[in-house]
């Protein structure tokens, strides 16, 4: 879990995520013949077809090519006031009820300054009961950093990355953290690999930019990767948990590697869904199918793209998503690594 957590607390907001970035080829070196960079920041990893000793193909070598997106959603400043109060732009869909009373970081040329974020207006004691039930808009939200004016423009800029702080946690059987959408595609990306010797099928690992803003990066690196397959790995929504009917659980926690049958961005080919669920039986690593009725993946991107692509979406269930307390089973987590690193194995 160290490499996660190390994931997980470097900031990265769509069109702000080089620190990932760095952080993965230092933590993915060996792995891979060769990195690339993309003109819009996708970091792309190349791992050359390793076949088993004496085996020989008279087949054309697969392209396969992982999706795994690197921001988070969090905000960019938007504006310094006269008593140097920051207002925020979103950069990525947070549910503004979960933004009171945060810690957050603001990352600038001089260095990541604390700050505290909360809704302009009045405390519990003063508020009206019109103003108590009042949800906040993201422009409503200010940022004080405890500096005077002069100190904060002598800081901080128009556009300035600021993400929430909050910690990588273990909670039970679940792992905790504000980012581990899309942080965990990042550690399968690399730790799928690590688990893998002989492949026939050449890899392309595309940690891809600007995903929570509409899945910016990813159709750029297909275009370039030309993929026979695709595989876009990512969180989805775990809604088991009380006040959600049933049928809108989307996925269960514990139940194994979520397959994306459809979401409003893409459909799975139908033949990589059924080869995943054949290699899960055939492993015996639990997998789950859903549906996601709104919301999309880099698979929406990449599908699309050039002469189109097949694309088959890997999902990992998590709770309480785009909130501060993204909540995930490790077992779901385990079983997507396995899943994944099994079906590299034999395409
Ligand atoms: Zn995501």
Known sequence: MKLLEKLCVTPGVPGREDRVAKLIQSEAKGLFDKFTTD????????RKARPAKGKKSS???????????????GFLVRHIDEKGFLRVNAVGGFDTRNLFARLVTVCTKHGDLPGVMNPGGKPVHIASPEDRKKVPEIEELIIDMGLTADEVNDK????DMVVIKAPFTEVGNMIVSQCLDNRIACWL????????????CDIYVAFTVQEE????????????????????????LCCDTPGVPGDMAITKAGE?????????????????????????KKKKI???????????????AIQRKGEGYRVMTLVCGTRYIHTVTETIN???LFACRDLLTAYLAQA
């Open 256 to 280: 194994g590697a979520g397959l994306m049958v459809m979401d409003s961005g893409s459909i799975t080919d139908l033949k990589l869904l059924e080869e995943f669920e054949a290699v899960g």
């Open 213 to 236: 803003v509409g899945c910016r990066g990813a159709g750029p690196a297909a275009a370039q990767i030309k993929p026979d397959i695709a595989i876009t790995l990512d969180t989805t």
């Open 286 to 300: 639990k997998t789950q199918r859903t549906i996601l009725p709104r919301g999309g993946t880099d698979s929406l």
């Open 59 to 73: 087949k054309k070598t697969k392209k396969v090519m992982l999706s795994c997106h690197m921001d988070q959603i």
């Open 156 to 159: 901080v800029q128009i556009g």
């Open 189 to 200: 990306g690399i730790r799928s690999i690590e688990k893998l010797k002989h492949h026939d």
């Open 330 to 332: 490790k077992d779901d």
């Open 39 to 46: 003109a819009m920041g996708t970091l792309i990893a190349y």
